[in-house]
């Protein structure tokens, strides 16, 4: 069969195969191959038997199956197989044809492959696909970057298989050039970082209360039908309410040591680079690091003895003040990644789209939720926003939140129940909203002991002072610079 697909894969593993069986039930033909040939049997004689996909068994075999111009996505861990696939297809790709990364790739991989591509006439697209085997089988949230010339030939295709809203509007769209569409999707993980550590700490209140885990579910299925909305809530009630044949809650079965992949850490990094103050998302990953150290953790608690207060106050009003801190720091964890994002655009020559990224993951990714729908909002109604706190309706839902936010911070202080997110989001929102901080006392540490300089209030802004604050240091100053 030649030149019949519309798009080849490679990758048989779990994300692979169901992009596969996602793009055929939606009417387009599907060339597939591994490199572990006996995949691509066993796949075609099981879930795709029958299907118009095809199953080619070398490089060669599926470039001759696929229309010009010709597309290929590669479904394979991200780093070095990603470049050695590129290599072992360029030679049998003509000028125009387009090879997809699917995968999550760090950015700057993705800006380079493209820029490597394009000096040999071919076109490349990096896109960030998030939503998991569910997703990927049933519509995912995509976000595509890379070579713009390179998107007609796949709009078609890409946002006919990925989720859809309410509406109809699909879940993916062309982000920007180069690393952008795996920036993005390096955030969208970020802030999922995010999320689940706050809807964590949460869980680690309630249970301090004494909620069993019945009566949390309860909780969070009703929480599911509020503003709180989201397929992270949804999982959590489902997790709470799992029990295994002998009848055991398996929640409280699986060992306190998290996992990561990488892009939460991808993220804070390039916030660091930025100068952006990502603090939430921060803290996110250095909570996984906290709990992978494990055996440590069980020595301290025997050596560290906390001098802590139990919980004396209403069950009821906490769990719907942590209802209310959730939310504003969820808030919080949106307004940081986006801000991270606007930095990244205005470094990198992006035209971020910023409302249709939130419309690109209204649906189908991990972090999807009602919530979406007004970051949508907030930049359809100011396109210029700086950022989301300073949209009237976030800056309602802020003024509204505090009490009960500073009540579930002060109360998990007192208990000794960590919760590095939930506090950092609420002491940035109180370092953002404030007109003066402590700055400039540490701008004069830094020029008393480095002659770094720095501005005065009295003179305008870029006129740059130091002080002999010993008498003994000259006049002799050290560049000014911001990290």
Known sequence: MKNEADIGLIGLAVMGENLI???????????????????????LAERAAGKKIIGAHSVKELIASLKRPRKVMLMVKAGQAV???????????????????????HFPDTTRRTQYLESKGLLYIGTGVSGGEEG??????????????????????????????????????WVGENGAGHFVKMVHNGIEYGDMQMICETYHMMKAIGLSNDEMQKVFTEWNDNELSSYLIEITRDILGYKDEQGSEVVDLILD????????????????DAGMPLTLIGEAV???????????????SKLLPGKVSAFSGDRKQMVDDLRVALYASKIISYAQGYQLMMAAAKEYGWKLNYGGIALMWRGGCIIRSRFLGKIKDAFDNNPDLKNLLLDPFFKDVMDRSQAAWRRVAGTAISMGIPMPCINAALSYFDGYRSDRLPA???QAQRDYFGAHTYERVDKPRGEFFHTNWTGKGGNTTANTYIA
């Open 286 to 300: 250095f909570a996984r690091c906290l709990s992978a150290i494990k055996e440590e953790r069980v020595i301290a």
């Open 136 to 173: 990927a089988l049933n519509g995912p949230s995509m976000m595509p970057g890379g070579s713009a010339a390179a998107w007609p030939h796949v709009k078609e295709i890409f946002q006919t298989i990925c989720a859809h809203t309410e509406s109809g509007e699909p879940c993916c769209d």
């Open 21 to 43: 069986l996602n793009m055929e039930s939606k009417g387009f033909t599907v060339a597939c191959y591994n490199r572990t040939v006996s995949k691509v049997d066993a796949f």
């Open 440 to 442: 400039n006392l540490l």
């Open 83 to 105: 470049d050695d696939f590129i290599e072992t297809l360029i030679p049998e790709l003509e000028p125009g044809d387009i090879i997809i990364d699917g995968g999550n790739s």
């Open 257 to 272: 040591t998290a996992g990561q992949k990488g892009t939460g850490k991808w993220t804070a990094i390039a916030a660091l």
